[in-house]
């Protein structure tokens, strides 16, 4: 098995039947693809359908988008809180929430210190372009199922917050949340490492997952499936990351996770919004708000 450190992850060869390679980036030995007005780093990472910005912003720390074409998320940490505004709304989101932010021109000012973490689809353009990783997507991306938007949410586009301290998984896969472009789901903090014993290796066949880490130590196991000409096949792959970083794991390739120690932090994430785990009952926090195409509805 080929153990890979953060430094050492620049390019991750790929088989037959994964098309292009897996992106990790570890913000403490990557440099910043911007640097904000009052010097706030920012790492930008993409996939084939969604962006992932981490600001390591300041008290008072101006994020702006004009003439946003699409929501986007913000994942404000503990310890973190910011203004939004966005058209006429002006509103404090606490720390430890999940705020969608409507289209159009909007901004984020950072309360405290510490990063923030913004997802878009891939129709913020001026992200994927700057992105660390943007030529593997410079090609087709038929490997990936195209990113079609869902309804409209529920009473038209605002700012809508969700406070996440009292929200616990209980008998639900984490805590999902969607947008009419994105899913994320937030797990709780973990209370110890993952036992090495019940890991649970899968692939998706035509979607990618960014794993984003926001607290703790992460390996990524990572192995491309074996196709008819061995000269083809590769070594599985164990990638170290402190956080924060993002992992971008392409469709086909098989993968896990494994945390260590207390307060361990991850958001998953994935374009468009995943119809299996909308079927499931209970599983989207905010389903009142962000209502399912007539299709999956119709297969529930």
């Not at 593997?136 to 949410?153: I, Q």
């Not at 000269?231 to 971008?248: G, L, M, Y």
């Amino acid at each position: 098995m080929n153990n890979q450190t953060s430094s050492e992850r620049r390019s991750i060869e790929f088989a037959q039947g994964v098309k292009r390679p897996p992106t990790i980036i570890d913000a403490n030995d990557a440099s910043p693809q911007r640097i904000e007005d009052d010097g706030s780093p920012t790492w930008i990472v993409r996939g084939a359908n969604f962006v992932v910005a981490i600001t390591r912003v300041k008290p008072g720390t101006r994020l702006s988008r004009q003439a946003q074409a699409s929501e986007y998320m913000l994942f404000a940490p503990p310890g973190v809180s910011a203004d939004v505004e966005a058209g006429e709304e002006r509103l404090t989101v606490e720390s430890d929430s999940l705020t969608i932010i409507p289209p159009g021109d909007s901004e984020i000012v950072a309360h405290g210190g510490g990063e923030i973490f913004r997802i878009f689809s891939n129709r913020a353009f001026d992200l994927t372009a700057e992105s660390a990783n943007a030529n593997v997507y410079s090609d087709d991306l038929g490997d990936v199922a195209p990113l079609r938007e869902w309804p409209d949410p529920v009473g038209g586009y605002r700012v809508r917050t969700y406070p996440l301290k009292n929200v616990v998984s209980g008998e639900a896969f984490g805590r999902i949340y969607r947008s009419t472009n994105l899913m994320v789901n937030i797990f709780e903090p973990y209370g110890d490492s993952r036992d090495q014993a019940a890991l649970s290796p899968h692939s998706h066949t035509d979607f990618e997952q960014g794993s984003l880490t926001m607290a703790g130590h992460f390996e990524h196991y990572l192995r491309t499936p074996w196709g008819r000409d061995r000269s083809e096949w590769r070594e599985d792959v164990v990638v170290s990351c402190d956080s924060p970083s993002i992992t971008i794991i392409p469709a086909g390739m098989i993968h896990t996770t494994a945390w260590f120690g207390r307060h361990g932090r991850m958001i998953d994430i994935f374009s468009p919004p995943r119809e299996d785990f909308s079927k499931r009952a209970g599983w989207v926090r905010n389903e009142e708000d962000y209502p399912s195409p007539t299709w999956i509805e119709n297969s529930k």
